[in-house]
Structures are given as C-alpha cells and as structure tokens.
C-alpha cells in the first residue's frame, strides 16, 4: 500500500477532544503506527523535535505557568508525578520536645513543624547535604553529621506585657509571645554548613509568618528539630510544590455567527475574557456566505482567549447556540500550573523533573542492556 500524508487540518482534527453537550469523544490517543492504513506514524526524532513548544505564560519565583506541547499524556504525567514526589527537599523529621505546656499535644505540634517550608543557599540544598539514613541498633555512633542533619531550635515563652493598656482585650499586647510563629524557630549551622549557609542563604522558613501556636502566661514550648532530606513519595512534607497540575488546552470554534444580544448571552456563558464582543465591519458584511450580510455595526461574539475557558459546556444548554459552536480540548497541549512551596523556584522544579526522567530512561535502557546479556 502506497504511503500518504494526512493535510494539515486532518492532523489539526485529530489533535482534538470533542466537548458534546452530554458526552466526551475521541479520547484516545491515536498517534502510533497502523492506526491509519497507508500512513506512517513510527516516531521520528525530528519530527518530533519541529512539534515540541514550552511556551511560558508567567515565570515567578514561587509560581510559574507554561504550555508543554507536542508531548503525550504519558509524558506530561510523568513530568507531574515527577514534581511531586521525586525532588528532593528539606524538611524536619526529628522532634526532641524539652518541654510543651501548650494545649497542643507533643505529636500534633511535631506535624505542625514538619509541614514548615524552608528555604536555604541553592549550593548547600543541592551539593553539600548528602542523604540520611535513619540509624540502626547495630550502628555505633548515630548518623547525624554536618552534611546530612541540619539542627534548628524553638525555645518561647509566653510572658505578661507590664506595658499593656489598662482594659486592653487583645492578646498579642497583652501578653509577649501570645502567637508563637515561623520565625520564632532559630537555625544553629553545625560544623562546615557555616559555609554554605550563611547570610541570605541561612536555613529558614519561606513563610516567617506561619503560626505554630497560641500560648498564655506560664506556658512554654522548648524544642529542638533535625531536618533531613527527603522526597515527596515518602512524606508530603518533602514535596517541593504546594500544586503541581495540567489541563488541557480548551478549543472554541464558532460555525455560525452569533449576534447582538445572543452574542452578549453567549460571552457570559463562559469566564470573563474568554469570548470578546466585536462590531460587525463593513468587510464583514461584505462577505458572501459569512452570515454577517446586512448586520454591519451589530456586535459579534469572537474567541478572544480560549485558554481562560474552564470547560463548563454552559453554552451547549442553550437552544440559540445550537450547532453554532463547537468545544474542544488539544490532547498535546498541557498547560502546567506550578507553586513551589519556596526552597526551589517553580520554573527550577520543571527542569529538574526533566533531569529525573533523563535519569530514569538511562537506568531502563541500562536494564534492558543487562537483560539481553
């Protein structure tokens, strides 16, 4: 059978989940090879190198959005499932309570630290601090070093405040330490990590107004805490990121024109900014066949930001747009969202989910090898 090669807008249509009313369609991928008798799909490194696109939409240190596209669903989970639960963070593991007269009990109060982000020097995160491996009763000195342990303490005490106002009711000038936060918790480098964690690079909370508890006069919370390194599929207090998502890139193809107050219907149907209102132009109704004939300077509803639409089908329920719109989502367009919890910058979380599945491919590919061996 003689090879072929699909047009541009076959291969457009097929990028495409249908949006129906009551149903979704053609959910399955079908890029692979003997699905279309006479085409080649077998996977080309070039052609799939012209298809890939990152395209970034913000870029901030603690959230970042982009669209990966060219890519399979597979992939694009991988690299989700990766951000999650693959990259290495700091975080406590080991709470030694002195003493805890708050109405918070020991255990409850340990969780409450371990789920304290913090951040530090990129160079110490990532090159000095080496992996922790719990101690066992055969060990005979403990595994806590300068390159693997990092020490903090938390020692306060709530006191009266002798300079309150007479009849003042609240708290936080009543007493000194009524709210015990974040920044109240004091890192004490051990050893070489002088070097790498010093100044603005200092072990400490990215959040210095978290609260941890609330105290009265008398009580006291004296602890210290061990952080380790550790990863998201073991505790979720070692993921990097507060969300890691996608979705897919939504499609709205207006077939026939929609005008006046069906188009100011219409715009509402969907998040602001998704569908614009325009006036019908002189070319417009000049156009045969366009359905604007004789409605120049009525408005018209056109897709102004498709990327905004949070695929309600709101529109389909109504009987005027009957086979008048079309919804769609781009099976190879994943837009990301990504919020670091702050000890990596989101856009560093992505590439290094990256270096992960790199990482991962290679010991595959060398397993395969030793297994023909």
């Known amino acids: 059978m003689p090879r072929t090669e699909p047009s541009r807008e076959e291969l457009e249509k097929r990028r495409i989940v249908g949006i129906n009313k009551e149903n979704v369609t053609d959910v399955t991928s079908t890029d692979f090879p003997g699905h279309y008798p006479g085409e080649d799909h077998a996977w080309d490194i070039e052609k799939f190198r012209d298809g890939l696109q990152i395209e970034f939409h913000q870029n901030d240190p603690l959230l970042a959005s982009f669209s990966l596209i060219g890519v399979d669903a597979s992939i694009a989970n991988a690299f989700r499932r990766i951000m999650i639960a693959d990259i290495p963070t700091l975080a406590v593991e080991t709470v030694f309570i002195n003493n805890n007269t708050s109405v918070i009990q020991d255990e409850v109060l340990s969780h409450r630290l371990g789920l304290i982000p913090f951040k530090g020097g990129r160079e110490g995160l990532d090159n000095f601090l080496k992996w922790w491996k719990k101690p066992t009763d055969d060990d005979a000195v403990p595994n806590y070093f300068d390159y693997n342990t990092v020490k903090l303490s938390l020692n306060v005490e709530c006191t009266h405040n002798e300079d309150a106002a007479p009849g003042e009711k609240d708290p936080t000038k009543l ?9 109240d918790i004091v890192y004490e480098p051990i050893g070489r990590q002088t070097q790498y964690f010093s100044g603005e690079n200092a072990i400490a909370p990215t959040n210095p107004d978290i609260l941890i508890a609330k105290l009265r006069p008398g009580q006291v919370i004296d602890l210290s805490m061990h952080m380790h390194k ?10 990097p990121v507060a969300t890691a998502s996608y979705r897919l890139m939504p499609t709205i193809d207006i077939l026939r024109p929609i005008l006046g107050a069906d188009a100011e219907k219409f715009a509402k149907c969907f998040p602001r900014g998704v569908i614009g209102l325009e006036k019908v132009t002189k070319n ?11 409605h120049e300077g009525e408005l018209k509803a056109v897709v102004k930001d498709a990327m905004r ?32 919890t702050g000890q990596w910058d989101s856009d560093a979380i992505f590439l290094e989910s990256i270096a992960h599945l790199k990482e991962k491919a290679r010991r595959l590919e060398q397993q395969v090898v030793n297994m023909v061996r």
Request: glycine fraction near 10%; hydrophobic fraction near 25%; charged fraction near 35%.
């Open 175 to 183: 007493y000194h330490h009524a709210h015990v936060y974040a920044k």
């Open 284 to 294: 417009d109704a000049a156009k045969k066949g366009s359905g604007y004939e004789g």
């Open 230 to 239: 550790g990863v998201g599929s073991d505790h979720a207090k070692f993921s």
């Open 309 to 340: 639409d949070t695929v309600s089908r709101e529109c389909l329920r109504h009987d005027e747009f009957k086979d008048k719109v079309r919804l769609g989502r781009k099976r190879d367009h994943f837009i990301y969202q990504i919020e670091s």
